[in-house]
């Protein structure tokens, strides 16, 4: 992206939609313009998904002037000067020109009105997503020198950062996921205000902090945005496990640096996503997570032995419960916090395999414990791997290589996939006369322990094993005792 593209390339790019929108605002003498990320997209070089339009139209007018065009309308927004609607495939939003603020100790904005477009622009987060295009001519408004910023790769706001961030403090975790997406640096002054304001943070809600904390891990550069937050001091307000990581540098116990550590790992991890069949699509954002999570634990559980070793011992599942804890405050939904806290608690298990070697027993716990979440626990594993000595490295790789191998042959033979007991619980209370209840229950685990212990018994075996263990039961010998 060197030079401003001519309009006739930008229009190339933009649905129809937009200049049959356009025409409505006109006709009906209002402004209309296409605003924010989809501008900053279409100097990219690709058309974003949202169609973001500012107007000076109140939200009345926007209403009139798309009655009879718009397919659907919706309201939800009015307050603050937005009306969306559907136009075929495409939702747009159609915003009244602001220049809303927020209140010191609020975590809404203020919202007023705005009466030019460049004031509208002002009140962005970032010069880059300054600039409009004023429609239907396709005419650039940049007061604020956003295309420049974009050439240069470089993150100004339009006014002065700390104003910015005061007004939203959110902004300060944009910046971080614009490092990460955009690949980006982010200007000194950005940089400093962001250390100074870091803790008004703390009046934005946790469901905005986590939208935008996992849209960062899900970007093209996780590890630059995560450095921003940790410098910044963003992450001891929204993660301060991941700054609690930066153990210090101790030559004589020679450990290593955790933080630095946790973030390659997280970039070997986004190297190994989908995978030769697709197994885990990228972006992968519990594998991710986890990778960057996955040693969480340590700076609780570090001991310095007498001998000058430094030990972490259970860290992967004090780690687990920290994730769970974190994840919560953070308002994750509880299907993504049990996986990557599963993932957290046994990214260790596979340590010892290339020493002893496992049983097939070992071989089919491991793969039941990591249930749907086999794939990305193989790619975790195999990213944990740091160290520089290629020797040990090699022989780590060949070691998973070969677990996976015998992960491979026990599933052709024994369906691991679907591993469950050779009797199920309707067979389990016909043999022992049971009604359903926790024996069942337990009968059926039993069983399972059988069938991992020992791979698949048969129904006759596995009938067998059974009654010998429910003779063993104290409910067995009550039900016989007149």
Excluded at 38 to 43: A, C, I, K, S
Excluded at 381 to 409: G, H, M, P, Q
Excluded at 461 to 478: D, F, G, I, M
């Amino acid at each position: 992206m060197q030079q401003l593209p001519a309009p006739t390339a930008l229009a190339a790019l933009l649905p129809p939609v937009v200049f049959d929108l356009a025409d409505r605002f006109v006709q009906a003498g209002h402004e209309l313009s296409l605003v924010g990320g989809p501008v900053r997209d279409l100097f990219l070089g690709r058309v974003s998904p949202d169609l973001d339009f500012t107007t000076s139209a109140d939200p009345g007018q926007t209403l009139a002037a798309v009655a009879g065009w718009a397919e659907a309308t919706w309201e939800v927004g009015r307050a603050f000067g937005t009306i969306a609607l559907r136009k075929g495939d495409h939702t747009i939003e159609v915003t009244t020109y602001r220049a809303d603020a927020y209140d010191q100790d609020s975590r809404k904005p203020a919202v007023a009105f705005g009466s030019s477009l460049r004031d509208d622009l002002f009140r962005r987060d970032f010069t880059m997503n300054a600039m409009a295009l004023r429609l239907p001519a396709l005419e650039l408004v940049d007061p604020f020198g956003g295309f420049e910023d974009l050439r240069d790769g470089v993150l100004r706001t339009p006014g002065l950062p700390a104003t910015s961030f005061s007004d939203d403090p959110l902004r300060m975790m944009r910046a971080a996921r614009f490092a990460s997406q955009l690949g980006v640096d982010v200007a000194g002054d950005v940089r400093s205000a962001m250390g100074d304001m870091a803790d008004r943070i703390r009046i934005i809600s946790a469901e905005r902090v986590r939208d935008e904390l996992v849209k960062l891990v899900c970007g093209a550069d996780p590890r630059s945005g995560i450095d921003l937050l940790v410098d910044s001091g963003l992450a001891d307000r929204v993660l301060p496990e991941i700054s609690a990581l930066r153990l210090e540098v101790d030559e004589h116990h020679r450990h290593k640096d955790v933080y630095q550590h946790s973030l390659q790992v997280l970039e070997q991890a986004v190297t190994l996503e989908t995978g030769p069949d697709g197994e885990v699509p990228g972006p992968d954002f519990v594998l991710r997570f986890a990778a960057l999570l996955h040693d969480v634990g340590k700076p609780a559980t570090r001991r310095f032995e007498p001998s000058g070793a430094v030990t972490f011992r259970h860290h992967d599942a004090i780690g687990a419960k920290l994730v769970k804890k974190r994840m919560r405050a953070l308002r994750f939904d509880n299907d993504t916090i049990k996986a990557v806290a599963r993932l957290v608690e046994l990214h260790m298990r596979f340590y010892g395999y290339g020493d002893a070697g496992w049983s097939d027993s070992a071989v089919r716990r491991y793969v039941t414990d990591a249930g749907p979440l086999l794939q990305r626990l193989h790619r975790l594993t195999r990213s944990d791997v740091t160290t520089r000595n290629k020797r040990k490295a090699d022989r780590l790789a060949f070691a998973y290589d070969d677990l996976e191998r015998r992960i491979d042959e026990l599933a052709e033979r024994e369906e691991m996939d679907s591993m469950r007991p050779d009797l199920d619980g309707e067979a389990i209370m016909a043999i022992l006369g049971l009604a359903p209840g926790p024996i069942v229950g337990r009968a059926y685990r039993f069983l399972l322990e059988l069938r991992l212990d020992r791979g698949p018994l048969g129904a006759e075996a596995a009938e067998a094993e059974l009654r010998r263990w429910w003779a063993e039961q104290p409910e067995s010998r009550a039900k016989d005792t007149p």
